[in-house]
């Protein structure tokens, strides 16, 4: 079923000829019948373009003004003499109804301007191109096959970044492996053929007997009643002309990718989440590179179907807001280190200000972490006298009184435990906002895989380099226990 827009473009592709026959020397080459979803257009633009009746000598011997008349009358007669020969079944008045259809292409109405031809042309092409693969792609892998066994060497083109493995359908997918992926289509028995329904047949029939083969070597479960519903199957994608452009292979093969890296990062991203289950997400970081290789190896075939585009930015580190349910251990953890300093050698080498959400932790942390740092030690007087200096001039910025009591009521030796339940949270904060995005991108139908592929791996590079902090900080917790520097 065309779209009005659709039904439009194809009425105005065929007025202009009519009108001005010389404009189908402008679409001739690369628009078809089949890309026309009308029957009657179609047959129309078979009799009209491919059969050259926009070249009759009766059509370039009449008057200008004339020719839209003669060249639509040689239509219609020439569409009777196929529809004769071919058994068509149609009623008188129905040929009438063509007949009156013919005369009014040219008009104004159909046609504003015959200039424009290649214009409406491009509309009627990228509408069959969408019909071909199917609003969302799902006719993709089976137009691929199809391409294929209708111009083999459309095969050397996809391999080495399209792979059975891209395609949902099983079965569809081990008819690629045969015919691409192990060069069947390539074989002499089909490439001397001259004759192209000559060889789409022949590599058809390899097809099938390559299955049966590998079902008898690798010892497939098939039961034989299956092996019929094969053969038809391979014989549709032979004998119905599935694929009206099969030297646009590779952009169907594009389709059946674009699909295949969706589902992988949509796959990867929930393995990810799933991380989330166990406390603390241990398998993060590892759940994390391995999604990371996957994404470089999507992206590298990506680029051999299509080219290398423009980078894609890192994803910038998502928002934290203040976690309340953090709010004792992150104070637990600022007396600790104040009470006990010396637990800044280690906690410090993985433990960050922005760890901490609640209003001043952050500044304070970074006082603490910068006194360590100069003098070795803490004075908390100094440290309460820069919370005074910091006063109400600091967003946010913790009262004196505040701060003392936090050191009052520190405990030594817990800084470590408690700073690896913080990182905790962070990760699993991390690990949220990277799944969330990453999801959203894969549900975008206008996201093209580039930036999809892009999106993933800004949110994961930034949500891997957290997650390593983890794994500092629960190796670190295990070597020194409470009380234990």
Known sequence: MSTPAEAYAEAAVLGSVLQDPRRALEVRAWLRAEDFADPWRREIYRVLVDGHLYAHPAVLAAAPGQRAQVLGRLVVEDLYVRASADG??????????????????????????????????????????????????????????????????????????LRAEDFTDPWMGQMYRALVQDRLYAHPAATVRSSPAERQQVLGRMLYEQFQYKAAEERWTVPHTVWPAVAQQILALTTTHQVPHPEHAAQLGQRVLQTSIQQQVAEGSWRIESTLQAPGAPAAEMEINSMLGTLQRLEDRWEQAVGRGEAVGAALPPQTSPRAEMASTEDAVLGSLMRDPGQMEQVGRWLRAGDFTQPGRAELFTTIRDAVSTRGTIDPALVVWDAHRRGTASPGALPPEQVWAMYQAGRPGV??????????????????SATSAINAAVGDPTAAPGMVIGTARGHLQHASSQAARLTQATWSAARTGPGVR
């Open 88 to 161: 068509w079944q149609v009623s008188d008045a129905t040929w009438r109804q063509v007949a009156d259809y013919v005369a009014a292409l040219p008009l104004p109405d159909n046609v504003p301007n015959a200039a424009h031809a290649a214009h409406y042309g491009r509309v009627v092409a990228q509408a069959s191109l969408e019909r071909t693969v199917g609003q969302r792609g799902e006719f993709a892998e089976r137009a691929v096959l199809a391409a294929v066994l209708a111009r083999p060497e459309e095969g050397e083109r996809l391999r080495g970044w």
């Open 415 to 432: 800084a470590q435990g408690g700073g690896r339940q913080l990182v905790e949270a962070n990760i699993v904060h991390h690990v949220r």
